[in-house]
């Protein structure tokens, strides 16, 4: 089952996703996004962990929201670890340039201990 749920967890919103994230659940991304970044939190993880493949519509929101918060002076992280949607990342190079935590506990860590 493929889906996406934004939660609170401690001074950060986190949105989650599992399954499949495509231009299918586009629409629910994009609204989880944009339920997350609705001014109540400046501090945002994008988990990914259960995520099993992301095409280019899910990249470029993610890249979009993520550029947003930090634009305004926030904080946030993208939950990256070792699978498979990873290799989208990898293959855009976009590991290298936004920021990436191994772990949501890391990257809760970060945002609220820079």
């Known amino acids: 089952m493929n889906g996406v749920r934004v939660e609170r967890d401690g001074q950060a919103v986190v949105v989650s996703g599992h399954g499949e994230l495509d231009a299918f659940t586009a629409e629910d991304l994009a609204d989880a996004l944009a339920q ?33 918060i930090l634009d305004v002076g926030g904080g946030a ?18 590991d290298r340039v936004l920021p990436i935590a191994p772990s949501r506990r890391d990257a809760l860590r970060d945002l609220v201990d820079p």
């Open 77 to 94: 992280r993208v939950v990256l670890p070792e699978s498979s949607a990873r290799r989208i990342f990898e293959i855009t190079t976009l």
């Open 36 to 68: 997350a970044g609705d001014g109540s939190a400046d501090r945002l993880v994008i988990d990914l962990t259960r995520v099993s493949f992301m095409d280019s519509t899910a990249l470029g929101l993610v890249v979009r929201k993520v550029n947003e």
